[in-house]
Nanobody, 127 residues
Protein backbone atom coordinates (compact mmCIF):
# COMPACT_ATOMS: atom_id res chain seq x y z
CA UNK A 1 0.00 0.00 0.00
CA UNK A 2 0.98 3.61 -0.34
CA UNK A 3 3.08 5.02 2.46
CA UNK A 4 4.37 8.53 2.97
CA UNK A 5 6.70 8.86 5.93
CA UNK A 6 7.80 12.27 7.13
CA UNK A 7 10.86 12.98 9.24
CA UNK A 8 13.01 15.90 10.31
CA UNK A 9 10.65 17.77 12.57
CA UNK A 10 11.63 18.97 16.02
CA UNK A 11 12.07 21.90 18.36
CA UNK A 12 14.00 24.88 17.07
CA UNK A 13 14.48 28.46 18.17
CA UNK A 14 13.08 31.32 16.15
CA UNK A 15 15.40 32.14 13.29
CA UNK A 16 16.58 28.56 13.01
CA UNK A 17 16.23 26.05 10.20
CA UNK A 18 14.81 22.60 9.66
CA UNK A 19 14.76 20.25 6.70
CA UNK A 20 11.78 17.97 6.48
CA UNK A 21 11.91 14.79 4.43
CA UNK A 22 9.17 12.57 3.10
CA UNK A 23 9.87 9.08 1.80
CA UNK A 24 7.23 7.57 -0.46
CA UNK A 25 6.56 3.94 -1.27
CA UNK A 26 3.85 1.91 -2.95
CA UNK A 27 3.17 4.43 -5.71
CA UNK A 28 4.69 5.55 -9.00
CA UNK A 29 6.39 8.55 -7.48
CA UNK A 30 7.02 10.26 -10.81
CA UNK A 31 3.29 10.36 -11.48
CA UNK A 32 2.56 12.58 -8.52
CA UNK A 33 2.83 16.19 -7.65
CA UNK A 34 4.08 16.27 -4.07
CA UNK A 35 2.95 18.79 -1.51
CA UNK A 36 3.53 19.89 2.04
CA UNK A 37 0.72 21.06 4.28
CA UNK A 38 0.64 22.07 7.91
CA UNK A 39 -1.89 22.18 10.69
CA UNK A 40 -1.55 24.24 13.84
CA UNK A 41 -3.63 23.47 16.94
CA UNK A 42 -7.20 24.63 16.49
CA UNK A 43 -6.67 25.56 12.87
CA UNK A 44 -7.47 24.01 9.53
CA UNK A 45 -4.84 22.20 7.53
CA UNK A 46 -3.23 24.62 5.10
CA UNK A 47 -1.09 24.39 2.01
CA UNK A 48 2.60 25.22 2.32
CA UNK A 49 4.34 24.21 -0.90
CA UNK A 50 4.19 21.76 -3.80
CA UNK A 51 6.39 20.52 -6.62
CA UNK A 52 5.50 18.92 -9.93
CA UNK A 53 6.61 15.42 -10.87
CA UNK A 54 9.72 16.60 -12.69
CA UNK A 55 10.63 19.26 -10.17
CA UNK A 56 10.31 21.80 -12.94
CA UNK A 57 7.64 23.82 -11.22
CA UNK A 58 7.13 24.70 -7.59
CA UNK A 59 4.64 26.82 -5.72
CA UNK A 60 5.05 28.21 -2.22
CA UNK A 61 2.34 29.94 -0.24
CA UNK A 62 2.87 33.62 0.46
CA UNK A 63 3.22 33.28 4.23
CA UNK A 64 6.44 31.29 3.88
CA UNK A 65 7.73 32.55 0.54
CA UNK A 66 11.41 33.40 0.69
CA UNK A 67 11.92 31.17 3.72
CA UNK A 68 10.88 27.79 2.36
CA UNK A 69 12.18 25.69 -0.52
CA UNK A 70 10.63 22.47 -1.76
CA UNK A 71 12.61 19.91 -3.73
CA UNK A 72 12.38 16.25 -4.72
CA UNK A 73 14.64 13.38 -5.65
CA UNK A 74 12.78 10.96 -7.88
CA UNK A 75 15.60 8.42 -7.65
CA UNK A 76 14.99 8.24 -3.91
CA UNK A 77 11.20 8.64 -4.04
CA UNK A 78 11.58 11.54 -1.67
CA UNK A 79 10.46 15.13 -1.29
CA UNK A 80 12.01 17.73 0.98
CA UNK A 81 11.03 20.99 2.63
CA UNK A 82 13.86 23.28 3.65
CA UNK A 83 12.63 25.87 6.13
CA UNK A 84 14.77 28.81 7.16
CA UNK A 85 14.24 31.84 9.39
CA UNK A 86 11.57 29.94 11.28
CA UNK A 87 9.00 31.87 13.28
CA UNK A 88 6.81 30.78 16.21
CA UNK A 89 3.81 30.97 13.88
CA UNK A 90 5.36 28.18 11.81
CA UNK A 91 4.67 25.79 14.68
CA UNK A 92 2.44 23.02 13.37
CA UNK A 93 2.28 19.40 12.33
CA UNK A 94 3.66 19.20 8.81
CA UNK A 95 2.19 16.68 6.40
CA UNK A 96 3.50 15.32 3.13
CA UNK A 97 0.89 14.57 0.48
CA UNK A 98 0.70 13.14 -3.04
CA UNK A 99 -1.58 14.40 -5.82
CA UNK A 100 -2.12 12.30 -8.95
CA UNK A 101 -2.26 15.14 -11.39
CA UNK A 102 -3.32 14.38 -14.93
CA UNK A 103 -2.32 17.72 -16.45
CA UNK A 104 1.32 18.56 -16.92
CA UNK A 105 2.56 21.42 -14.76
CA UNK A 106 -0.55 21.69 -12.63
CA UNK A 107 -0.10 22.38 -8.95
CA UNK A 108 -3.12 22.20 -6.69
CA UNK A 109 -3.33 23.62 -3.20
CA UNK A 110 -6.53 22.20 -1.74
CA UNK A 111 -6.46 19.44 0.86
CA UNK A 112 -9.17 17.45 -0.90
CA UNK A 113 -7.16 17.34 -4.14
CA UNK A 114 -4.46 15.19 -2.60
CA UNK A 115 -4.81 11.41 -2.72
CA UNK A 116 -2.36 10.18 -0.11
CA UNK A 117 -1.07 11.60 3.16
CA UNK A 118 1.68 10.93 5.65
CA UNK A 119 1.21 10.81 9.40
CA UNK A 120 2.84 14.18 9.96
CA UNK A 121 5.88 15.48 11.78
CA UNK A 122 5.78 18.09 14.54
CA UNK A 123 7.63 21.36 14.09
CA UNK A 124 7.83 23.60 17.14
CA UNK A 125 9.46 27.01 16.97
CA UNK A 126 10.21 28.70 20.27
CA UNK A 127 10.45 32.45 20.64
Amino acid sequence: QVQLVESGGGLVQAGGSLRLSCAASGLNFRSYTMGWFRQAPGKEREFVAAITWSGGSTYVTDSVKGRVTISRDNAKNSVYLQMNSLKPEDTAVYYCAADRVWSIGVIRTTVSDYDFWGQGTQVTVSS
